[in-house]
Nanobody
Framework: QVQLMESGGGLVQAGGSLRLSCAASGSNFGINTMGWYRQAPVAQRELVANINRGGNTNYADSVKGRFTISRDSAKYTAALQMNSLKPEDTAVYYC?????????WGQGTQVTVSS
């Protein structure tokens, strides 16, 4: 089992920045992809960004150029730097980890961007 601890959400004005962090603990051996999804009210959960063990990244078109994902594979942590935030970025952000064919989710952290 993998446990995920998220931190860094909050309230910010449009144009501001936030940094989300995710730390994996437990059975970390074999973790491949780490990433972030988000879910706004009355919307489906969507991929924001992810990064695999090789450092290859994948971003949603809506966040390209504004968000940057990074990871420390030795410490099993991942971070999402979010710049130039927009009101439409408001959502609950979930850390996501894939390990040996199993997907794990964090509890979520709220990000609210005011206009």
């Amino acid at each position: 089992q993998v446990q995920l601890m998220e931190s860094g959400g909050g309230l910010v004005q449009a144009g501001g920045s936030l940094r989300l962090s995710c730390a994996a603990s437990g059975s970390n051996f074999g973790i491949n992809t780490m990433g972030w999804y988000r879910q706004a009210p009355v919307a489906q959960r969507e991929l924001v960004a992810n990064i695999n063990r090789g450092g290859n990244t994948n971003y949603a078109d809506s966040v390209k150029g504004r968000f940057t994902i990074s990871r420390d594979s030795a410490k099993y942590t991942a971070a999402l730097q979010m710049n130039s935030l927009k009101p439409e970025d408001t959502a609950v952000y979930y850390c996501n980890v894939m390990r040996l064919g199993t997907t794990y989710w964090g509890q979520g952290t709220q990000v609210t961007v005011s206009s």
